[in-house]
């Protein structure tokens, strides 16, 4: 009996150590990196468009899946949480359109600027705030990343400026950061994004013509997602083709769902900058699973079929992930792995932004200036007095 157990056990350890091994020599033999063929881009006045053939390696890809999954398991998790009146007020979701963020930060350095609108919590985490920072400034609490007084539509880190909450007034603000780029002499570019909704506006096309006439190093990224809050971009706009509205300014059409895609069209778009040509007008098509905004259920305008069918068959979380499967590139237990690391840091942070405590009303008027001493500002009567420290 004894003998039959010893045996039993012994092959137990032979099969485990086999696993093991077999298990470590897979790891060892991913593959380091693969050429993918991605969509071609529609360009507009360009001579050349970007690459079809690129190339993506393994930690290259293990950091945009772990980067898509946090923002996806973020937007996610303030849905619950807005559902639950611990956010309030408004909260533009960025769930769908998880490439257009990693895949333009991919073509650009941290040192380079951007500035978009009001669906920024995605860019405030690629541009490097914290998820828990995030978090905290959903719920305005004194750890979020504008002290908890900026909410939803007004977070900001080094070289991102928001968060802008008026259509398409981020377009103009974008312009003028890329001339003191080329002021500065710096080759640094400015990435200014804007929605399809606010396609329409003037100050947009005002800015196209001074970005081109002072040859500033702007690449201005229409997101377009295919409605403008409810309305569809053919009911909008007498033409949809975003990437040719700046007519003087080259343009290139890209599938936004794809990061590889985006990558190498903003890399394209930010070498041409940098060479001084001035800008370059893109256009991302993309989409949200989300209504507008967390006040639109985002099924009156659209069909749930719709949804599902761009989910199934577009997503560009699962679309990486299928990439890296079939080339070797990653196991399914090791994304796995990540899925769980990510949905761990996402309720820490939720934790913390629910236990922070509220700014108080004496920080309420701090930070209007930059670099000034102290002064007094006027409450809502002559008699309340706060105090602005810098």
Not at 110 to 130: F, N, V
């Given at each position: 009996?004894?003998?039959?157990?010893?045996?039993?056990?012994?092959?137990?350890?032979?099969?485990?150590?086999?696993?093991?091994?077999?298990?470590?020599?897979?790891?060892a033999?991913?593959?380091?990196?693969?050429?993918?063929?991605?969509?071609?881009?529609?360009?507009?006045?360009?001579?050349?468009?970007?690459?079809?053939?690129?190339?993506?390696?393994?930690?290259?890809?293990?950091?945009?899946?772990?980067?898509?999954q946090?923002?996806?398991?973020m937007?996610?998790?303030?849905d619950?949480?807005?559902?639950?009146?611990?956010?309030?007020?408004?909260?533009?979701?960025?769930?769908?359109?998880?490439?257009c963020?990693?895949?333009?930060?991919?073509?650009?350095?941290?040192?380079?600027?951007?500035i978009?609108?009001?669906?920024?919590?995605?860019?405030?985490y690629?541009?490097?705030?914290?998820?828990?920072?995030?978090?905290?400034e959903?719920?305005?609490?004194?750890?979020?990343?504008?002290?908890?007084?900026?909410?939803s539509?007004?977070?900001?880190?080094?070289?991102?400026?928001?968060?802008?909450?008026?259509?398409?007034?981020?377009?103009?603000?974008?312009?003028?950061?890329?001339?003191a780029?080329q002021?500065?002499?710096?080759?640094?570019?400015?990435?200014c994004l804007?929605?399809?909704?606010?396609?329409?506006?003037?100050?947009?096309?005002?800015?196209?013509?001074?970005?081109?006439?002072?040859?500033?190093?702007?690449i201005?990224i229409?997101e377009?997602?295919?409605?403008?809050?409810?309305?569809?971009?053919?009911?909008?706009?007498?033409?949809?083709?975003?990437?040719?509205?700046?007519?003087?300014?080259?343009?290139?059409?890209?599938?936004g769902?794809?990061?590889l895609?985006?990558?190498?069209?903003?890399?394209?778009?930010?070498d041409?900058?940098r060479?001084?040509?001035?800008?370059v007008?893109?256009?991302?098509?993309?989409?949200r699973?989300?209504?507008?905004?967390?006040?639109?259920?985002g099924?009156?305008?659209?069909?749930?079929?719709e949804?599902?069918?761009?989910?199934?068959?577009?997503?560009?979380?699962?679309?990486?992930k299928?990439?890296?499967?079939s080339?070797?590139m990653a196991?399914?237990?090791?994304?796995?792995?990540?899925?769980?690391?990510?949905?761990?840091?996402?309720?820490?942070?939720?934790?913390?932004?629910?236990?922070?405590?509220?700014?108080?009303?004496?920080?309420?008027c701090?930070?209007?200036?930059y670099?000034?001493?102290?002064?007094?500002?006027?409450?809502?009567?002559?008699?309340?007095?706060l105090?602005?420290?810098?």
């Amino acid at each position: 009996m004894l003998s039959n157990i010893s045996n039993v056990l012994r092959a137990c350890a032979q099969r485990t150590g086999t696993a093991v091994v077999m298990s470590a020599r897979t790891y060892a033999d991913f593959t380091p990196q693969a050429s993918f063929e991605i969509k071609k881009c529609d360009i507009h006045k360009f001579d050349a468009a970007p690459a079809t053939e690129v190339v993506m390696t393994r930690e290259e890809g293990l950091k945009y899946y772990r980067t898509m999954q946090m923002i996806r398991r973020m937007e996610l998790k303030a849905d619950q949480l807005y559902k639950q009146k611990i956010i309030r007020g408004f909260c533009h979701l960025y769930d769908g359109q998880e490439a257009c963020a990693v895949g333009i930060e991919a073509g650009i350095n941290l040192t380079d600027h951007l500035i978009t609108a009001y669906r920024a919590h995605g860019y405030t985490y690629t541009r490097g705030g914290s998820v828990k920072e995030i978090m905290a400034e959903l719920t305005g609490r004194r750890g979020g990343i504008a002290k908890g007084k900026g909410g939803s539509m007004h977070m900001y880190t080094k070289h991102f400026y928001g968060g802008n909450g008026i259509v398409g007034a981020q377009v103009p603000l974008g312009a003028g950061v890329a001339l003191a780029c080329q002021y500065q002499g710096k080759n640094e570019l400015c990435v200014c994004l804007y929605g399809d909704g606010a396609a329409n506006q003037g100050q947009i096309f005002e800015t196209y013509n001074m970005a081109a006439l002072w040859k500033l190093p702007v690449i201005f990224i229409c997101e377009n997602n295919k409605y403008g809050m409810g309305t569809s971009v053919e009911r909008a706009a007498a033409s949809t083709d975003y990437f040719k509205r700046g007519d003087f300014i080259p343009g290139l059409r890209v599938d936004g769902m794809d990061l590889l895609c985006v990558r190498e069209a903003t890399k394209f778009a930010a070498d041409h900058c940098r060479a001084g040509k001035g800008p370059v007008l893109m256009e991302l098509q993309t989409y949200r699973y989300h209504g507008h905004s967390m006040s639109d259920p985002g099924v009156s305008y659209r069909t749930r079929e719709e949804i599902q069918e761009v989910r199934s068959k577009s997503d560009p979380i699962s679309m990486l992930k299928d990439r890296m499967l079939s080339n070797n590139m990653a196991s399914v237990e090791e994304l796995k792995e990540i899925d769980v690391e990510v949905r761990k840091h996402i309720e820490e942070a939720a934790q913390f932004a629910t236990t922070d405590p509220e700014p108080p009303l004496e920080e309420l008027c701090n930070h209007m200036f930059y670099n000034e001493p102290p002064l007094e500002v006027r409450g809502t009567n002559p008699w309340a007095k706060l105090k602005s420290i810098s």
